[in-house]
């Protein structure tokens, strides 16, 4: 290979200069894949060494939670979470906060951004508010109370209290109380206080915050939850009020909200997404494929605007994870994973197998290419995000420092034994909380631009907890020395799409390639094996999936029947520790689709499994001294999804 | 506008509209056999302007209607409810209205404007907090011990390699590690290859090729071309953000002492004897969800919770 060492050195100095404090002043355009004519020079320009030169494609992930509440969020202050916006950001970034429950609390290690996504409803208007005039200083009253204030500390604490008596007594002067009663003219909400910390805690370079929200629509008991993510600060996103889900202002239905947003965007030309979780608790409404919850039949319409504000799905969280469930892939052998399949999100409603179809990823994505051929556009053809959805204001779910779902079940002995939800139907059982998950970004760099950038074009990764570096490139040209190449990343973006994107369509009968490599997280579990999940549409209009291993460690041979043998287990449950002799710390291959057929639709995206490592209960019996209940689950596999890359034949 | 929101004297005049509609809607004087409901052109401007912040348009005479229909709806079960009690001890009411006056107390004096005199005071007592940190910027080549026999030997000869000029980019084995990081951080450098290795390369002058040096990965051969020591930047530099950090405290302060002088009205009673059971700090009792007495305002009375109940203490 000619071109060897210009790569290596390029593919360097792209990588150096993909620092975090190195912000380049002019705007990084995204990587455009190299047509025929073009040559690399032309794309790669600079020296080679230089830290400064210019990158071209996105070199380093950047790790989030898109779900976080803080005590904004009715349910969250009802648990009794204290903490607020900027506690919420201050424990991101890696300060140790006071949690609520009364322990310190401090993150392992820093996430790079974070989406605060309190609940909409009841969180827009908090007064009822107020209109004013500048002239109210002249009011005798005001006038005391306002230099009070300006003087802070038991001045400001004296000011308040005679407001407050004044008020209370009916004492106030009756033409002021009048320019400030409900009915004014103007309103102070806490959306502007969202905003508002947003943009304080922002930090380009550093740590991003992107301003979001939580819409969150609950049929019947049954979850619709979708987040909504903003490009933009307070000139923008501070200009309206999130949508909330009552009626005439609000809705619970989809479309409703993608009204909202498209009105959004053509309003203040700014942009936003939505993403959706816990299909897993939507008792069969989450991915409809003949018709909604509403009765409204799936056509061309909705297939389109879903797909074009539902660039993500959060496919793993607190509540459950969402990728399979077994009854839909009794071929995964680990498909059950951390499976929440009891009833809807209050149990009011128990789960039949009938709805699962209609929850999971896996059988959403296989969905959607059946859409797809039906109306036109794939409705389903989203990237694959973690949140953490803890209602506590700390993105907290590593599972030796996992804070739990609300600040109820925050560290203490008695945490494991107390339910989620329960009742007649059944319970979500208090150690099945799942701690998990993040986002892994590939960006250029860590600002809100680059990241929601990164989030719309889909290349983005989910995990459970651990930080693995994971890449994944679908094309059609890949070969085994590519990957042994210096910097396969280079090529990589040459020769194919990564994560999120669209296999250019060939000619021919050629099978696809895909290169997928993936680094454990530095200070996490060695990765037990690598695998290509692959869905497809055959002619009959019939959807398939398949689990191919890839990548695997500690040279395991399959079995007759092609099964690789378990990895091994060093979970010591007694002791909450495990070992990293087992597994490998890189593992990656590129993969020919071996049963590829150029007339079928399909997708493909890598899993990657780590070790079996002691899952939070371990960590909670060890240190409070408390008995694990006989039946939770003590160990685990956590993993990666990468987004998918998806294949669509030719049009004859 | 906005800035008009902003004034702290805004904030405790809504405050106090609020404190005066609770003490209004749960004396006596609201009857439950009143039976007229006023819309205002106040509260209708504020049904429209709800809605025109959530669509960036005015409603049509139609919506408006709507809203207006759900707003008397609204009202007239608020009103049953309140005349039924239905809002006593109802934990997403108390909450409600606790957030609403924590929130308010939050925003306290929240945009006072310091001077640098105030700002410098606050640097000083404050430097750890806004210390630069130590920043390197290094190569590393990548050496996986289990490809190689003799792991030191081959370090050694990689050493020797790099010292006469040979290629990092093309030495050692292929791997995802970075090969290098700028002006980063030990927390940083940590991030990528984890705590030891960071504080290693942290001990290290910038020069020629060292090593090997062991990380979670491995070994790597080092060179560290630049390394800034940790300074304390001055007020200048950092105003901003120093500003950020003086109103964030001052914040906490004033909704502290704003609570410490209400709490100072109360009288806080155990009903029983207090000295068994974790929970029974005297100087923690506080208020449980369910533990006050609505007829005795100024006594809260709290009894012994059955277990340890962590909520129901108070953050020191």
Known sequence: MTTRNPFTSLATAALLSAVPLLLSGQALAQYVPLGDQESLSDVYPGKAYSPYAQRSFPSRVFWGDTHLHTALSMDAGLFGARLGLDEAYRFARGEEVMASSGQPAKLGRPLDWLVIADHSDGMGFITDLAAGKPGVIAFDQGKRWHEGLQQGGEASAAAALDLIGTFAQGQIDPEMFAEYSPGGKTYSSIWEDVVDAAERYNDPGRFTTLIGFEWTSLVAGANLHRNVIFRDGADKAGRIVPYTTQAPIGSTDPLDLYAWLENYEKSTGGSALALAHNGNLSNGIMFPVDAQYTGRKIDAEYARLRAKWEPMYEITQIKGDGEAHPFLSPDDAFADYETWDVGNLDLSEVKTQGMLQYEYAREALKNGLLLEQRHGTNPYKFGLAGGTDSHTALAAVEEENFFGKATNAEPAPDRMGHPFAENENGAFRGDMLVASGYTGVWAEENTREAIYDAMARKEIYATTGPRMIVRFFGGWGYTPEDINSRQPAFLGYEKGVPMGGDLKPVKGKEAPTFMVYALRDPIGANLDRVQIVKGWLDQDGKTHEKVYDVAWSDGRKPDRKGELPPVGNTVDVNNANWTNTIGASELGTVWTDPDFDPAQSAFYYARVLEIPTPRWVVYDAFRFGVEIPEEAETTHQERAYTSPIWYTPHKA | ?316
């Open chain 2, 1 to 316: 506008m906005l800035r008009l929101l902003r004034e702290p004297l805004i904030h405790f005049l809504i405050l106090g509209a609020i404190l005066f509609l609770v003490f209004d809607l749960t004396s006596e004087t609201d009857q439950p056999g009143e039976q007229r409901i006023v819309v205002t052109s106040g509260q209708v401007e504020q049904l429209a302007g709800q809605f025109s912040r959530t669509w960036l348009r005015p409603p049509t005479p139609g919506e408006l209607e709507g809203l207006v229909e759900r707003y008397v709806r609204s009202e007239i079960y608020y009103r049953e409810a309140l005349a039924m009690g239905l809002g006593q001890d109802d934990p997403y009411v108390r909450n409600r209205l606790a957030l609403k006056l924590e929130v308010l107390f939050d925003d306290l004096s929240a945009e006072a404007e310091p001077g640098d005199a105030a700002l410098e005071a606050f640097l000083e007592a404050n430097g750890e907090r806004f210390a630069e940190p130590a920043r390197l910027s290094f190569r590393q080549v990548y050496l996986n011990p289990a490809q190689h026999a003799d792991p030191a030997a081959e370090a050694q000869r990689l050493l020797g390699l790099l010292r006469d000029g040979g290629d990092p980019g093309a030495l050692g084995d292929v791997s995802m590690l970075i090969p290098g990081l700028d002006a980063a951080s030990q927390d940083e450098i940590a991030r990528q290859f984890g705590e030891g290795f960071a504080e290693a390369l942290l001990g290290l002058e910038p020069g020629g090729w060292v090593g090997p040096i062991r990380s979670t990965f491995g070994l790597h051969l080092v060179r560290v071309s630049q390394h800034q020591p940790a300074r304390q930047p001055a007020l200048a530099e950092i105003r901003e953000a120093v500003l950020a950090e003086w109103r964030d405290q001052r914040r906490r302060e004033a909704k502290e002492q704003a609570y410490q002088r209400l709490r100072e009205r109360y009288d806080i009673v155990m009903e029983t004897d207090v000295a068994d059971g974790p929970g029974a700090d005297v100087e923690t009792p506080a208020a449980s969800a369910d533990a006050e007495n609505p007829d005795e305002p100024d006594a809260i009375v709290a009894a012994p919770a059955p277990s340890a109940d962590r909520a129901a203490k108070e953050r020191p």
